[in-house]
């Protein structure tokens, strides 16, 4: 944990785990924090199905439909921005439990709504605790994982993201024949009382942070019940001697708390920034290579092939299905095939496929070939950049400031969210949709080559063996880093 199950840098010696005891108690750590991704994808997409009968309840124009939608994700983007602050002040695990709190206030606030000002207040509110947990959960995850099963424990965020997004799904199926949209809303209560509980009665502080708090003591017990007092003991030293180097490292500018965390300005500095461009080019990569134009279009999409979309919500399973199962092939792969391999995969088959769709509606071909390029896509982005870029937001950036980062990530993330879902259907309607389809195949193209050049591989390593490849790969050390592939 605190990424300390790992070899020390420059050594080749044994790995020390903790007890398979240990790793049972970590994993379920692991899937009660994820509890915050299920939201992410609960959220976003109950009001798919809801929407179709609120619509019709408060007598909502196509102005007001849209803005229900969208006003999330600038409720997300600005709860992502305070969490890295907030998260380096009052800690990781509070932090996630006032988002749950939260969460449930505006559920309660869209299920008792009487008119559209106050469901759009409730959409703001849902989008704070949503972004504040979208960035918050790779970090602690990332905190509390042992190297060997970190990318299979980062990944399941977004396997709870995609099982959140199934189950708004069906939820929507459920109550579509009695058009209860204020009962869809009220199902998400009871993942967010699950967070609020777990982060107020089960769940540990990140070791990581309590030692940044001058709670090493503390954090030495937590290390200690998944391992051993010795392992404990020189986890803590080493957490230790990497804050004291990360701080040195700040400017003078930063908060001067003595917490360890800083100003925004912190992550700016010379030693952190590979890792910040890093993270906030792959966030908006994840956004602009097109896969929320494809979520949240589909049934507009499949009805231009010639089919029927007239029972949207059916549709929308479907694609959720297919989310799911890849991002458990995801789960299965990325610590033993690594993460720089699956996101190269991953756009390259993005670009060919979602080059291919646009191709069949310029040159009309059959609906058959236009679903199945449309399924292939999805399942690469399941497969490789959609699940791994929150492994990786996780480990790229220096312990010191990665709540920080990934706040500054996940922000761009929401940023490019709303972008793109803004922009699609009036560059579709001016371009043609082929066209713009063609847009996201070049993106997907140009990120490849980005990844190929930039992005190290972090399997097995630890952040200081992470940190120097990137500096390598940034042109900060010309000599390449000296680490033993992990096998």
């Known amino acids: 944990m605190v990424q300390g199950f790992s070899r020390e840098p420059g050594t080749h010696g044994p790995v020390t785990t903790p007890s ?40 909502l124009n196509s102005f007001q439909q849209g803005s229900v939608v969208s006003v999330l994700l600038i409720g997300s983007v600005i709860g992502a921005m305070g969490a890295g602050k907030l998260a380096d002040r009052w800690g990781r695990r509070r932090l996630l439990g006032v988002a749950g709190g939260v969460f449930l206030a505006g559920t309660a606030v869209a299920v008792f709504a009487t008119g559209y000002g106050m469901l759009l207040t409730a959409r703001i509110v849902l989008g704070l605790a949503v972004g504040t947990a979208s960035a918050l959960v790779p970090v602690y995850l990332s905190e509390i994982s042992p190297t060997e099963i970190r990318g299979r424990l980062l990944t399941m965020n977004q396997l ?50 309590q030692i940044e708090h001058g709670r090493a003591a503390e954090a030495r017990d937590v290390i200690a019940s998944v391992s051993d007092p010795a392992t404990a003991d020189r986890i803590v030293e080493r957490v230790q001697r990497r804050i004291t180097d990360d701080r040195a490292k700040r400017p003078a500018s930063g908060n001067g708390s003595g917490s360890g965390s800083g100003s925004g300005r912190g992550l ?14 792959l966030a908006a990569v994840q956004q602009f290579g097109g896969i929320n134009t494809i979520i949240y279009y589909a049934p507009t999409i499949i009805e231009q092939t010639g089919l029927s979309a007239s029972n949207s919500i059916f549709y929308s ?56 390029f449309m399924v292939v896509y999805i399942a690469a982005f399941a497969g490789g950049l959609g699940p791994v870029f929150w492994t990786l937001i996780g480990e790229i950036f220096p312990p010191s400031v990665r709540a920080e980062g990934s706040s500054a990530s996940t922000a761009v993330n929401w940023v490019s969210n709303f972008i793109v879902s803004l922009a699609f259907l009036p560059l ?18 140009l990120a490849f080559v980005f990844v190929s050049r930039f992005l190290p591989e972090t399997r097995g390593r630890g952040p200081e063996e992470i940190e120097r490849d990137l500096d390598h790969r940034f042109g900060r050390d010309p000599n390449p880093p000296k680490t033993a592939r992990v096998p």
């Open 20 to 59: 398979p005891a240990g790793i049972r108690k970590i994993t379920w750590w692991a899937a009660a924090i994820a509890v915050g991704g299920f939201l992410f994808g609960f959220d976003t997409g109950v009001v798919s199905g809801a929407l179709l009968y609120i619509r019709d309840d408060f007598g």
């Open 160 to 209: 709870m993201i995609t099982v959140g997004i199934l189950v708004a799904y069906l939820v929507n199926l459920v109550f579509a024949d009695g058009g209860d949209w204020r009962a869809m809303f009220a199902c998400g209560a009871v993942p967010a009382l699950v967070l609020v509980v777990a982060a107020a009665w089960f769940l540990p502080e990140s070791p990581q942070w």
């Open 268 to 281: 700016w500095a010379p030693d952190f920034r590979p890792a910040l461009v890093l993270g906030l080019t």
């Open 317 to 372: 399973v479907a694609i959720g299905a297919i989310n799911l199962l890849m991002t458990l092939v995801a789960i299965k792969l990325v610590d033993r095939v690594g993460r720089r391999p699956m996101v190269l995969v991953s756009l390259a088959v993005m670009a060919v496929s979602v080059f291919l769709l646009g191709l069949a509606f310029v040159a009309d071909f059959s609906s058959g070939l236009t679903l199945l």
């Open 428 to 445: 579709a309607n001016v371009l043609g949709q082929g066209e713009t389809f063609w847009i996201f195949a070049g993106i997907c193209a």
